[in-house]
């Protein structure tokens, strides 16, 4: 199969001013590709520039196959749905959905078909009379869906498509958009500054930073093995436990050092990893620390740390401590004994830590 | 908006504040007479005959209400050597207007569009020329203008007049429009680009049918403009292209015969009546478009 | 091709208002620049021959009276301009019933014209039947109220009749002024038991600062091009007491055929626009830039 999008070699400047530099990424037909990153990370100007709304720089789009870089955005084959909606505020719910065909010279009977298709799929018949300026934001965004679904495009676009939400409402427009997906078995681009929608949502994730890609990979390769600290801290939360420490070879394997504000360090053995540096930063997510009764492989190890605060979040239980000169959270189960003031035994897992250069901050292991 | 009335100190007097309140009705009646005034004594003295000018008291009602003057205002006072009254020149300026007025809005709506939405390298720039050739004083263009309305072949035409009137009036309604259409979000323009809109689709389709109040600001601002306009009218016009308010004030300045006040004063009525007609069925956009004109933003 | 086209519609769109822009207005100015720089007299001539007529401009009693007028008026119009907006906003802002009538009575005269605002006042401020020979109809027979045709005082019932015209507006500016104070900086001070007087005093009206740049702005650049009203009121005159720079420029350009001298006086007008307007334009459009 070949990719129903491909960008390779992409680069895009504002005068001297580079927004993004040297983007190369690709996805197969039915993909669900997320953009992720901090604002002003440029995804949303990557996005613009697959739909053939910015001009581009340098490099080259294929859509479907074919190369897109100079055309124009109606005859990219894509749908795209934006962050505050861009509905026609003067023309009703189904003029907004048949607005493109009608332009495109589609003719009524046509029309009239995939509008009332469309409007059963995402529930919105009701609302086909009113003009936008009525409607919840919820409806809004369905209306906004309606006018994407409705091209039956090649490629669907997602500018933050929804940000404008409740968090309530957020989480169950995710699913939605989610069952969509694969309902239609439709390729889509997604952009986003929320990581958990962008875990939750994709097949492919691109985390970026500065104009730059910083990983490519699936949900589970990005969480567990994120390629570099700036991933390693911006995708999940709490975010991952970032801690420097000291490694030293021994004969079952390396000896990792954790200072501690007072008393001596904590001393783990990593079987799996022989060749670090000596200065490293160990990466380890919050849910790898836990009681040690309740979760354990063979490369767990416990280790007594004092507990400093301790959060209860229903399910879970954070608790903080200071290990390495930094807090560190870990996850623990909502009846856990730990207590602020107190020591505690906690268990390390560490077949699932990560291990970065503490210059470049790129991944070790 | 601030409700300061509710805030008076606790320790004044009940009276005290009905006496204050008074006070301050009683200014604002009195501001009120100011500015009504003038207004007053126009409409009065237009419906006095001569004698009753000459013998009776500048604010006092009319003995004897007539409306000569006001036929001789319309059509028989003499603004030089004619004796035609405004009406014919009344028509001029509406000739002037009506043309002028969809002109420079319907450029000022293109441009506006083009600066707010289709934003291109150095659009900015062109945009702040634009700005600055409004505050320009006009004695500045008059001459050269003189000549090259003539180059043009339109010197003293009414066409002359609305052509000038439309060159200085686009940087207002760029302002305008480009104001109005900065608060639509770009996302609106994008999407209907991936709907496959073009330029002109997308302003027909989408920016016009929500443009109404910004268009009505403009007509009236330069409606108001162009009707009340006196510089370019008496440089710019001869004898037969001349706009009212040339001819009032060729009437009231008329040096032959007997000074006729009411005249001059129903004149001078029949001059301002369709700005003051505008303002009061429209003041709202006459207020927004005053606003909008000097307090860039 | 229609690629071409469908990138550069923008452009094309914009052209020709760019392009009449740059003519009848950047164009226009250099060329009266340029002309003012020349001997030109009833017909333009293009041989620079440097400030020649600047140096008869400024040494001409008429071009003085001129100056001095604008600044008299200039001056006086401005600041009772001002202070009688801010009054009557103020009074307007303290929860008047009326308000909105009262508004529009304050507000009508800008919808007139200038020719009509001279003429009303030229009647009403004629000795012979105005408010002269009233207030001596009723019995001061010594009153006098010459000003429209005492050279001495002249310009000032052109201030009066401007300020007549267009203090309703300042008011228009400063009550949106006053009613775009954040509320809750105000509920905030009469919690504090801070009387009205002091909220207006020492936190609406300082926060108001730039709605009086504006007002300034807007009625200095009206004041400098006074055309319309002089001519309607006085005509410049008695003999040329009101003469302001707009009137000036005009007689010399059409009725005294000295092209020169109006070049010259237009541009010493535009300088002084500018000197006020660039200043504030290029601060307004560089903060919205960011």
Redo the contacts between chains.
């Keep these: 199969m070949s990719p129903i999008l491909e960008i390779t070699n992409l680069f895009k400047s504002y005068g001297s001013t580079e927004i993004l530099k040297d983007i190369n990424v690709s996805i197969e037909p039915g993909d669900f590709l997320v953009l992720v990153g901090p604002s002003g990370c440029g995804k949303s100007t990557l996005l613009?520039c697959i739909?053939?709304?910015e001009p581009i720089t340098g490099g080259s789009i294929r859509i479907g196959g074919k190369d897109m870089t100079?055309v124009?955005?109606?005859d990219r084959d894509?749908?795209?749905v934006?962050?505050?909606y861009?509905?026609?505020?003067?023309?009703t719910v189904a003029k907004n959905i048949t607005?493109?065909m009608k332009?495109?010279g589609v003719d009524q009977a046509t029309q009239a078909r995939k509008l009332a298709q469309v409007a059963a799929q995402l529930q919105i018949e009701p609302l086909l009379n009113r003009r936008p300026g009525q409607l919840s934001g919820g409806q809004r965004q369905r209306v906004a869906m309606g006018?994407a679904l409705v091209r039956d495009p090649k490629l669907f676009l997602f500018?933050e498509p929804l940000s404008n939400l409740d968090a309530k409402l957020r989480v169950e427009m995710r699913t939605e958009i989610k069952a969509l997906h694969h309902k239609l078995g439709a390729s889509m681009v997604y952009v986003t500054h929320d990581q958990i929608e962008a875990m939750t949502l994709a097949t492919k994730i691109v985390v970026m930073k500065g104009g730059v890609i910083q990983q490519i990979g699936s949900p589970s390769e990005i969480y567990n093995r994120p390629a570099n600290l700036f991933v390693a801290d911006f995708m999940g939360s709490p975010a991952m436990n970032l801690i420097p420490a000291k490694a030293h070879r021994a004969a079952d394997g390396t000896r990792i050092e954790i200072a501690r504000k007072s008393g001596d360090p904590i001393v783990l053995t990593d079987t799996n990893n022989r060749d670090l540096p000596e200065d490293v930063i160990l990466g380890v997510r919050p849910e790898d620390i836990a009681d040690p009764d309740l979760r354990g492989s063979e490369d767990t190890q416990a280790a007594e740390c004092l507990i400093d605060i301790v959060e209860p979040a229903g399910a879970d239980t954070f608790a903080v401590m200071q290990l390495g000169g930094k807090h560190v959270t870990a996850r623990l189960h909502s009846e856990t004994t730990a207590r602020p003031g107190e020591q505690k035994r906690l268990s390390f897992d560490l077949g699932k830590v990560s291990y970065f250069a503490p210059e470049t901050g790129l991944r070790l292991n | 908006m601030t409700d300061l009335s509710m805030s008076r100190p606790q320790g004044q007097s009940r009276t005290g504040k009905i006496i204050l309140r008074w006070v301050l009705y009683l200014a604002l009646g009195l501001f009120a007479l100011f500015y009504l005034m003038p207004l007053f004594v126009m409409i009065t003295t237009s419906l006095k005959s001569l004698e009753e000018i000459r013998t009776g008291d500048l604010i006092a009602l009319p003995r004897e209400v007539t409306f000569d003057a006001w036929r001789t205002a319309w059509s028989g006072a003499c603004t030089g050597v004619q004796c035609e009254g405004v009406r014919p020149y009344f028509w001029n300026s509406v000739l002037i207007a009506i043309p002028g007025v969809a002109i420079s809005t319907l450029l000022g709506a293109m441009n506006g569009y083009v600066v707010a939405q289709w934003q291109f390298r150095g659009a900015n720039v062109i945009f702040s020329l634009m700005l600055f050739g409004c505050f320009i004083p006009f004695q500045v263009v008059l001459l050269p203008m003189a000549r090259m309305l003539g180059i043009m072949g339109i010197a003293g035409t009414i066409p002359g007049l609305i052509f000038v009137h439309v060159i200085y009036g686009i940087g207002f309604t760029t302002l305008f429009f480009r104001n109005y259409y900065v608060s639509i979000p770009s996302e609106l323009t994008k999407a209907a680009k991936v709907d496959g809109a073009g330029f002109f689709r997308i302003f027909w389709s989408i920016f016009l049918p929500l443009s109404l109040p910004i268009i009505v600001v403009t007509v009236i601002w330069q409606f108001t403009q162009i009707w009340n306009d006196f510089l370019f009218g008496v440089s710019f016009s001869q004898a037969g292209t001349q706009p009212v308010t040339v001819a009032l004030n060729n009437i009231v300045n008329s040096t032959t015969g007997v000074k006729e006040y009411n005249v001059d004063m129903a004149a001078a009525i029949i001059a301002a009546l369709p700005t003051l007609f505008v303002y009061v069925v429209a003041g709202k956009y006459f207020i927004r478009g005053l606003t909008a004109g000097s307090v860039k933003g | 091709m229609t690629k071409w086209l469908e990138e550069n519609t923008p452009k094309l769109v914009l052209a020709p208002s760019f392009i009449a822009v740059l003519i009848f207005v950047y164009g226009f100015i250099a060329w009266t620049a340029w002309v003012s720089l020349t001997r030109s007299r009833l017909l333009p001539r293009y041989d620079i021959e440097g400030f020649i007529q600047y140096e008869r401009l400024f040494a001409s009693p008429r071009w003085d009276t001129a100056l001095n007028n604008l600044f008299i008026f200039g001056i006086l119009f401005i600041v009772i301009a001002m202070v009688l907006g801010l009054v009557l906003a103020i009074l307007l802002d303290q929860n008047i019933r009326t308000e909105g009538a009262i508004r529009t009575i304050y507000l009508y005269p800008m919808a007139l014209s200038m020719i009509v605002t001279g003429t009303a006042w030229k009647w009403i401020l004629n000795p012979g039947l105005g408010v002269e020979a009233m207030v001596r109809g009723w019995g001061f027979e010594s009153f006098t109220f010459d000003w429209l045709v005492n050279p001495e005082m002249a310009i000032y019932t052109i201030v009066l009749a401007a300020i007549w015209q267009s203090s309703g507006f300042v008011m228009a500016l400063f009550l949106a002024g006053l009613r775009s104070v954040d509320g809750e900086i105000i509920k905030a001070a009469q919690v504090d038991g801070i009387p009205t007087w002091r909220i207006y005093t020492a936190i609406i009206i300082p926060s108001m600062a730039p709605i009086f740049l504006s007002a300034f702005i807007v009625l200095s650049h009206l004041a400098i091009k006074s055309f319309d009203l002089v001519i309607a009121l006085t005509g410049g005159g008695p003999g040329y007491a009101t003469d302001l720079p707009a009137t000036y420029m005009y007689a010399m350009a059409f009725s005294r055929g000295d092209i020169g001298q109006a070049a010259s006086s237009a541009m010493i007008m535009m300088m002084v626009v500018f000197a006020i307007v660039v200043p504030y334009l290029y601060s307004e459009l560089r903060s919205k830039d960011d």
């Design positions: 613009n739909a053939g709304l100079e124009s955005p109606k894509i749908a795209m934006f962050q505050s861009a509905l026609y505020p003067t023309m607005f493109g332009v495109r006018r500018d």
